[in-house]
């Protein structure tokens, strides 16, 4: 039996409960910024490698409290929480990036996110076509399909928005399943059936172009989910790839339309200064396509930023081949790409320990 948890929500629940949004007062506001000035200050620079700053360059204290509150709520509560009043009006881009790592340094580890193992992105429109084979949909302006990030949570902040468009959309996965459950029980058997995913031309050195794993898995109780259409169709392209059943494909389908029936699909508007921060266990993220401002420095721009958590969940057992293992409180998760190199080794190693997180890579240890 499927447990019944805050994070199975429908759009009227989270509608009428918005205990799920956070602002953080002026005082805590004021202390994020100080905090990340007076580590440039000290550091004499904003610009060096975003691996070289450490959790206690950044003197947090007053913020902490709420700050935790917030991944309380997107673990164990709705999935999904926002936080508004981040410091933006004076603010450049640079320090609104690096005040993004800042939480992200006391809360977790980072983890690469692309070929050239980023840790952490700016999600802005570089002209890319998300629809190729090795297209992301953080570098387009494009609408994207619902779909969940590599790592235990995602971090969104918002430093400019667009003038059209660009609405994010959160499902929960948990909800769409147990609908498929309820509506054509024989699409939700398949969904649990391995479906092929392509690394869309970033897997690193060793692993393979594509890995296989279900949509929904059931561990303890509870809906995990994995889904990336865009993923799952580029796979079918890929040479040895299996190819999916015509259940299967009824069941994507299926699912997909379950997720955007108005009862399940919300959408909000992140605006300048809000921090989204979703878990990519059972809460499927998605937006609007959007038109942007001219003026480079007026663009819609965020900074995303995936963490592996020290209060983690044990994953079912078919995520290892993505996650690394599916041990809680471990380093797990992200894409290590093409640059995955000694420097980052070294902040895994020390970042974990920072946060009492244990490393799986041995490599990643011996760097400590």
Known sequence: MLEKSPAAWTVVEV?????????????????????????VRTAGLIDGSILDWRRDDFALRRSLPTLAAVFRQVRDGRAMALVKNLPRDGVTPAEFRLMTWAIGLHFGVA?????????????????????????????SSAELDFHVDGSDVVLLSCYNQAPQGGMSMCASAATAYDVVVQERPDY???????????RNGEESEGEEPWYAAPVCAVRDGRVFCKWNRNRILNAQKLEGVPRLTTLQLEAMEYFDTVLRR???????NLEPGDLQILCNQTMLH????????????????????????????????SWEVFYGTTEPAAVRGGMKGHHYDEARRAFDARQAAAVGMRNIDPETTKAA
């Open 111 to 139: 983890r690469p996110q692309n070929r050239a193992s980023d840790y952490i992105t700016e999600v802005k429109n570089a002209g890319f076509s998300y629809r190729s084979a090795t297209g992301r949909g953080y570098n």
């Open 286 to 317: 998605s937006r609007t396509g959007f038109v942007d401002h001219p003026e480079e420095d007026r663009k819609r721009t965020l900074y995303r930023l995936w963490l592996a958590r020290p209060d983690s969940r044990r994953l079912p057992d």
């Open 262 to 268: 108005p009862e399940n699909m919300f959408c909000m």
């Open 15 to 39: 509608q009428a409960d918005k205990s799920w949004i956070y602002a953080l007062s002026p005082p805590e506001s004021a202390e994020l910024l100080e905090a990340v000035r007076s580590a």
């Open 188 to 198: 939700a058997e398949a969904l649990t059936s391995d479906y092929t995913f392509s």
